[in-house]
């Protein structure tokens, strides 16, 4: 087809109006965070159009799930956002948890808690170290991975897992948490506010830094609501909105934290917002450790049940019974209520619901996930008109989309 | 005769030169990833002293890509271009006493004329690739090296005036060998003025827009491959290493030390030479990227000015103490 492609770059100059120049930003580019696409229209460098595109992660989850039971879906919201897939597991957990009616005992609502926070760090950090290297900062991201890493290694620690957990379950966790586990939780807490200085020092006084942000994809507040943003995003705008406060689920309702807000709307405020609220993260995880209550870490009306220590033999027999699975399923079918439920949580990447249809049947009719990514990358279209290619890539930095959330 | 001595003390600089390119990739990947954390090349050889050999015979055995649509003859040449210009510059620079190949009287402009040359490279590059982040890259490139190179000229014109030479070796003798004599104090507004743009001349951090991986791709160089790739970055290096010497020529003092180094003359300038390549990468290490918009400002409404200022400045002092 070559014989198609016209052998020159048509650019210059008709009737004293420059003509555009078209450029597909993506799939395949460093720094559209995934596969996003965008389709630009430029005179110059500036941008006259911007139409992003997704759809190159899809993998039918919302239809996947229909033929799923409630606790097997779990593991599909491990990849929606695979760099916080505990917060994903705790939304889908509360979600179903509130359709079902299950209830949840405090110490299990303390872990959760806990882990959530833990992920909202591992996302916040993931997004600073990309962020930077979007803007060009390359040392930021090593030492923010340096971070994440100890992070990593607790998830792994708490449920074997770095990056798909599938560690919450309806009606509790999986396991509880060890002594060994809190410790080490405990030491990272301790030294982390060191190391957001040390990030800070790097970027946050310097000059560069304030040029390529300050100013750059401004939002006021009734943009930012109008075109659907939530989490960091909005609260950069001056609007006062975050779940965890409004509308609290686990234990956030017993711990004490604030919710950072900026007004000027613009790329930096998003950054404050997001730096501080990795601070606020600490203190929560914080009095969740010395709260943490003795107890259950399952419901007693939880539809799957945790494996109880028995001998293999055992196992093998149980298994056996219940047609070669581990994991028992409860096949009682009065559990499970018919009727629709919207239950959104705040990830770290801002409003994550889920919505689900029952028809009675120990599996969803229909489930839909609001992601927040799919929303900001449809933000950038108001966003990054009239701005240069590279505010757009520090704009897609500062809106931290996930494409495998967006995509689903 | 003389020719082929020439010659030989030509291929002995050129391969010089080329091991100390290989060797500053591995500089610059140590100290970066002693800054960051990580411990940089390991594997190839002690501590990873042989990967830029390694390196180079990967880039050689490459496959060297054209694209369908590019305009074949340019592209071809592009790098080459770079290369031969970068490489060009070094006959002029005095290593030390007597240790230059070519001791012509407008060395300083000679220099400024081949990395010009060096930039028509670069934007050749980005336009015969025929395809669009090249182009941007190439169109970034010409702005910058256009806004970039009047700063740089006016900034050593305070140096012509203090040494009352174009020639670098006169330059050198005339800061003397002492501490006090070099034009880093005299000159510090000009040094300023240079070290910025020089860092914008090679395209560096924070002015590493023509190539600025996380918005172009890889600028210019996206289409290349290969050996051909492999000569980019080459030039690039003996891009900073001009510059470099450039720096210690005309604000260091050159060769003086200290004290002299018996069998090896050039000792301080090597040494100075490296100082100005650990701060390159010192500053890639620690800046984000600037804007293309902020670039050009920067260039226009603050270094211009400044070396203009420094100019009528040191015209005055010349006039005066004259």
């Known amino acids: 087809?070559?014989?198609?492609?016209?052998?020159?770059?048509?650019?210059?100059?008709?009737?004293?109006?420059?003509?555009?120049?078209?450029?597909?930003?993506?799939?395949?580019?460093?720094?559209?965070?995934?596969?996003?696409?965008?389709?630009?229209?430029?005179?110059?460098?500036?941008?006259?159009?911007?139409?992003?595109?997704?759809?190159?992660?899809?993998?039918?989850?919302?239809?996947?799930?229909?033929?799923?039971?409630?606790?097997?879906?779990?593991?599909?919201?491990?990849?929606?956002?695979?760099?916080?897939?505990?917060?994903?597991?705790?939304?889908?957990?509360?979600?179903?948890?509130?359709?079902?009616?299950?209830?949840?005992?405090?110490?299990?609502?303390?872990?959760?808690?806990?882990?959530?926070?833990?992920?909202?760090?591992?996302?916040?950090?993931?997004?600073?170290?990309?962020?930077?290297?979007?803007?060009?900062?390359?040392?930021?991201?090593?030492?923010?991975?340096?971070?994440?890493?100890?992070?990593?290694?607790?998830?792994?620690?708490?449920?074997?897992?770095?990056?798909?957990?599938?560690?919450?379950?309806?009606?509790?966790?999986?396991?509880?948490?060890?002594?060994?586990?809190?410790?080490?939780?405990?030491?990272?807490?301790?030294?982390?506010?060191?190391?957001?200085?040390?990030?800070?020092?790097?970027?946050?006084?310097?000059?560069?830094?304030?040029?390529?942000?300050?100013?750059?994809?401004?939002?006021?507040?009734?943009?930012?609501?109008?075109?659907?943003?939530?989490?960091?995003?909005?609260?950069?705008?001056?609007?006062?909105?975050?779940?965890?406060?409004?509308?609290?689920?686990?234990?956030?309702?017993?711990?004490?934290?604030?919710?950072?807000?900026?007004?000027?709307?613009?790329?930096?405020?998003?950054?404050?917002?997001?730096?501080?609220?990795?601070?606020?993260?600490?203190?929560?995880?914080?009095?969740?450790?010395?709260?943490?209550?003795?107890?259950?870490?399952?419901?007693?009306?939880?539809?799957?049940?945790?494996?109880?220590?028995?001998?293999?033999?055992?196992?093998?027999?149980?298994?056996?019974?219940?047609?070669?699975?581990?994991?028992?399923?409860?096949?009682?079918?009065?559990?499970?209520?018919?009727?629709?439920?919207?239950?959104?949580?705040?990830?770290?990447?801002?409003?994550?619901?889920?919505?689900?249809?029952?028809?009675?049947?120990?599996?969803?009719?229909?489930?839909?996930?609001?992601?927040?990514?799919?929303?900001?990358?449809g933000a950038l279209k108001a966003i990054c008109k009239g701005e240069l290619i590279a505010d757009l890539i520090a704009n897609i930095g500062s809106l931290d989309v996930v494409l495998g959330e967006s995509d689903r | 005769m003389n020719i082929i001595m020439l010659l030989v003390w030509i291929l002995i600089l050129f391969a010089v030169v080329m091991l100390h390119v290989a060797y500053a990739t591995y500089f610059e990947r140590k100290i970066i990833g002693h800054m960051q954390v990580r411990v940089g090349p390991m594997r190839v050889g002690w501590h990873g002293l042989l990967q830029p050999i390694a390196d180079g015979v990967k880039s050689f055995f490459k496959e060297d890509i054209i694209p369908e649509n590019a305009d074949k003859p340019t592209f071809l040449a592009a790098p080459i271009i770079c290369l031969v210009a970068m490489m060009t510059s070094l006959a002029v620079l005095p290593f030390a006493k007597g240790w230059v190949l070519a001791d012509i009287d407008i060395g300083l402009l000679f220099i400024f004329a081949m990395s010009s040359l060096a930039s028509y490279g670069v934007v050749l590059a980005g336009w015969a690739s025929n395809s669009k982040y090249s182009f941007l890259g190439g169109l970034r490139s010409m702005a910058q090296v256009i806004s970039y190179e009047i700063s740089m000229g006016l900034s050593l014109v305070g140096v012509m005036l203090m040494a009352g030479s174009l020639n670098l070796t006169q330059i050198v003798e005339a800061q003397g060998d002492s501490f006090l004599g070099m034009y880093l104090m005299p000159q510090c507004i000009g040094f300023f003025v240079f070290f910025i743009s020089m860092l914008a001349e090679t395209n560096r951090v924070p002015f590493d827009l023509p190539e600025a991986e996380t918005e172009l791709v890889s600028g210019y160089s996206t289409e290349y491959s290969g050996m051909r790739y492999a000569i980019f970055f080459m030039a690039e290096y003996i891009g900073m290493m001009v510059m470099a010497s450039i720096a210690t020529i005309c604000y260091l003092g050159g060769w003086n030390g200290p004290f002299e180094v018996a069998l090896f003359p050039p000792f301080w300038f090597v040494l100075k030479v490296y100082l100005f390549m650990f701060l390159f990468i010192w500053i890639r290490a620690t800046l984000p990227r600037y804007r293309y918009d902020q670039l050009m400002d920067l260039g226009w409404k603050l270094l211009i000015p400044l070396a203009l200022a420094n100019i009528v400045l040191t015209a005055c002092f010349r006039a005066i103490l004259a």
């Not at chain 1, 505990?86 to 299990?108: D, F, H, Q, T, W």
């Not at chain 1, 990593?152 to 060994?180: H, K």
């Not at chain 1, 404050?272 to 993260?281: A, F, G, H, I, K």
């Open chain 1, 1 to 377: 087809m070559s014989g198609t492609i016209s052998k020159t770059i048509e650019v210059p100059v008709v009737d004293g109006e420059s003509e555009r120049y078209s450029l597909r930003m993506g799939p395949q580019h460093p720094a559209t965070h995934g596969v996003l696409r965008v389709d630009l229209e430029l005179d110059g460098e500036t941008i006259m159009e911007c139409n992003p595109q997704v759809g190159y992660l899809h993998r039918g989850f919302e239809k996947l799930a229909e033929s799923k039971t409630y606790a097997q879906a779990l593991i599909l919201t491990d990849r929606l956002d695979y760099i916080a897939a505990m917060s994903n597991n705790i939304g889908y957990c509360v979600a179903v948890e509130k359709l079902l009616a299950v209830s949840v005992p405090e110490r299990a609502q303390y872990i959760r808690t806990i882990v959530g926070e833990m992920s909202r760090l591992c996302s916040h950090l993931l997004w600073l170290a990309t962020h930077a290297l979007d803007i060009g900062a390359m040392t930021v991201f090593l030492y923010c991975f340096r971070e994440r890493e100890i992070l990593l290694d607790l998830f792994e620690e708490l449920c074997g897992a770095r990056l798909t957990f599938s560690y919450p379950r309806i009606g509790g966790v999986r396991q509880d948490v060890s002594r060994y586990f809190v410790d080490e939780l405990q030491r990272f807490l301790d030294m982390f506010p060191a190391k957001m200085e040390e990030y800070e020092t790097l970027i946050d006084t310097n000059r560069i830094w304030l040029k390529r942000t300050v100013g750059v994809g401004k939002l006021s507040g009734a943009e930012a609501l109008g075109l659907g943003l939530t989490g960091a995003c909005l609260r950069g705008s001056g609007v006062d909105y975050d779940i965890r406060k409004h509308q609290p689920y686990d234990a956030y309702d017993k711990v004490e934290f604030e919710v950072p807000l900026a007004t000027e709307g613009d790329i930096y405020a998003r950054y404050r917002c997001r730096m501080e609220e990795m601070l606020q993260s600490v203190h929560i995880i914080q009095q969740c450790i010395d709260q943490l209550p003795p107890g259950p870490i399952v419901g007693p009306d939880a539809p799957d049940l945790v494996m109880p220590f028995k001998a293999p033999a055992r196992v093998e027999a149980d298994a056996a019974a219940f047609g070669g699975g581990l994991i028992k399923l409860v096949r009682d079918q009065k559990l499970y209520i018919s009727g629709d439920v919207y239950v959104a949580t705040e990830v770290p990447k801002g409003e994550l619901g889920f919505y689900f249809i029952s028809d009675g049947n120990n599996r969803p009719y229909r489930m839909h996930i609001r992601s927040p990514s799919f929303i900001h990358i």
